[in-house]
């Protein structure tokens, strides 16, 4: 047989893929680097991918898996997203399958029987069952695509997701050496990505660097202030039929504030690794093949999941790093709609992670990396420019100019000349030792008498009562900015002290001018337009149109078992409701229909679509 050229094999490979994506996905065009990643791994080379959440990851292991002889292996770490993209796959027709801790031992030997007779394209399973020896060598038995290394930031020991067992992989490279590998992951600093190709051996592998933008997320961060109610008074105005996740540092509060929300009339439903397995369980699958559920959760939920319809991810407490809040604001629109990333925050959430950090048995280094990480957190909800460039220089991506859709975008936030406030009150951090938190320290610039100041006899200084051009609040907000500034920091060996840094010193003896952000005044919050959450729809008519075919997708989701997400995308059924399509020829063209959904839902969709034109 003719030997194909390098240049036409690629070529050729381009057009195999374009026609799978276009005949078996229903997409009509790759987005960003997927066609170079998806030609270079089926051509047999490795690569290490970072691309954003929602960003179409998964397309880049799972069409070079079909193209490829062999079945393709996706080493993912929960069960819930291998069940979410099998059930997806099937419904698309491509066989697929997985192995994990849920099936019955009948059903492990079926799926092995059939992977024997090389009936599937891609088989899904957890590290801890991949690396069990009978695993390995029925995988040494049959021929494999390739594997695809799924949040591959697992294998960090410095990230927020670390999994044990993923630090074991780098056997894939030494029992499989022919076999290409990819790893995926939608989170990573530069050193954390150093880590990850060098712990799965694949630093001679390239990388294709997505970037970390999320366009359609709108990041906005609040002072606390009554949280419960500002949490309600979010959800009411912007998100009132959508589903959504609120995220809490505990289990209790998580419990209470779900309970909460349901007496307010919303359907929240809790989540933490303390509840029964029966009732994570059930409460997960309620929120994946329901519309308009919150789960209130502890970070114990959330890696992998798949829904993409999340309108909103709210944080009641503050995450303890970037890493993790882009993680989990993430897992909001992952169909590409506008969605919503809302957090509260204060000071005693920064005293709470950093006690934790220092708690934990993690060595002096890492303690220190967790320190700076949670300090770049809060110069994040400190900052009086733009957050998403913020957010994105942290991780090493630019954005040239403001986003426009931020909340210090939206709102513009005014700064003033705070250098003589700011070294007031460094001066007095020093003046009282060292020792002291805010609250004292605002007593004292305001001249307060209290039992504390007297004991100390700190209204003895000449910094009593000196304070007052500034109110209770305005100083809290001095304090906090120093914090984050890196003027002052919490010395948590003397119980949550505040402590002057090098630079705090510095300060006090240079001519730097400190410029620091007024805090905005508390306003009702915006009232969400319909327009904008959906985009495509421009009328009424196309709206309600939108909600008919909304309810025929869960009525054909639940007559199949399966998320209605996994029918179609929210996404697809806005460009239905707003093209209105009267034929196959017409349907086909829409992003999110291929072959496979066209045949199995195309007539139930277009009578839907001409019953309601009718009506109308």
Wanted: some cysteine; charged content about 25%; hydrophobic content about 40%.
């Amino acid at each position: 047989m003719e030997t194909i050229p390098v240049n036409n094999l690629e070529a050729v490979t381009i057009s195999t893929a374009r026609r799978l994506l276009n005949t078996v996905f229903g997409y009509p065009e790759f987005r960003g680097r997927q066609q170079d990643i998806i030609a270079h791994v089926a051509m047999g080379g490795d690569a290490f991918v970072l691309m954003p959440t929602g960003g179409g990851k998964s397309l880049c292991y799972q069409i070079p898996a079909i193209m490829r002889p062999g079945v393709g292996v996706i080493i993912s770490p929960l069960i819930a997203l291998m069940h979410d993209q099998v059930a997806a796959l099937q419904e698309l027709g491509v066989n697929s399958a997985y192995l994990n801790s849920s099936m019955s031992p009948l059903e492990v030997q079926d799926v092995k029987r059939r992977l024997r007779a090389k009936e599937f394209d891609l088989l899904y399973i957890a590290p801890e069952r991949l690396l069990m020896d009978h695993t390995l060598e029925m995988l040494e038995g049959i021929p494999i695509a390739l594997f695809a290394i799924d949040e591959a930031h697992c294998v960090s020991q410095w990230g927020h997701d670390f999994r044990e067992e993923y630090l074991q992989l780098s056997i894939l490279h030494q029992r499989f050496p022919s076999v290409p590998r990819i790893a995926l992951t939608a989170t990573a600093d530069a050193p954390t990505r150093k880590e990850i190709v060098e712990r799965l051996g694949l630093t001679d592998a390239p990388a294709f660097i997505a970037g970390f933008d999320r366009p359609n997320i709108c990041y906005r961060i609040e002072l606390k202030d009554n949280p419960r109610q500002q949490l309600l008074r979010f959800i009411k105005n912007e998100h009132p039929n959508d589903s959504g996740i609120v995220y809490c540092l505990s289990r209790k509060k998580t419990e209470e504030t779900a309970a909460w929300l349901c007496e307010k009339g919303w359907n929240a439903l809790p989540y933490h690794a303390g509840l029964p397995n029966s009732i994570r369980r059930e409460n997960q699958e309620r929120f994946l093949r329901e519309d308009g559920v919150i789960i209130v959760a502890t970070i114990a939920f959330g890696m992998g999941i798949d829904k993409p319809d999340v309108r909103f991810v709210a944080h009641l407490d503050l995450p303890k790093s970037i890493e993790a809040y882009y993680q989990e604001t993430g897992r909001a629109g992952r169909d590409g709609l506008p969605a919503d990333a809302w957090m509260a925050y204060g000071m005693a959430d920064v005293t709470i992670h950093r006690q934790l950090i220092d708690k934990s048995e993690a060595d002096e280094p890492h303690r220190r990396l967790e320190h700076r990480k949670l300090s770049a957190l809060l110069g994040l909800c400190e900052t009086a420019s733009c957050r998403r460039r913020v957010l994105l220089k942290y991780f090493g991506d630019e954005l040239q100019k403001p986003c426009g859709n931020c909340d210090t975008c939206l709102v513009p936030v005014e700064t003033w000349d705070g250098t003589m406030a700011a070294k007031k009150a460094v001066y007095l951090v020093h003046q009282t030792g060292r020792m002291f938190g805010a609250v004292h320290l605002i007593d004292i610039l305001l001249g307060k008498e209290t039992e504390r100041t007297k004991r100390f006899r700190h209204h003895d200084l000449n910094a009593y009562g000196k304070g007052s051009e500034l109110s209770e609040k305005e100083w809290a907000s001095v304090f906090r900015q120093l914090v984050a500034g890196g003027y002052l920091a919490v010395d948590m060996e003397r119980y949550g002290g505040l402590t002057i840094t090098s630079q705090g010193e510095n300060m006090l003896r240079s001519d730097e001018r400190i410029y620091l952000r007024r805090d905005p005044v508390k306003v009702a919050g915006r009232k969400k337009k319909q327009g904008k959450q959906r985009a495509h729809l421009a009328d009424n008519a196309s709206y309600e149109l939108f909600e008919v075919l909304r309810s025929l997708r869960l009525e054909l989701a639940r007559a199949a078992g399966v998320p209605p997400y996994v029918i179609f995308h929210d996404s697809t059924l806005e460009v239905m409701s707003a093209v209105k399509p009267s034929s196959f020829e017409e349907l086909e063209q829409i992003s999110g229909v291929g072959e496979r959904k066209l045949q199995k839902y195309g007539k139930a969709f277009l009578a839907a679509i001409a019953g309601h034109m009718e009506s109308a």
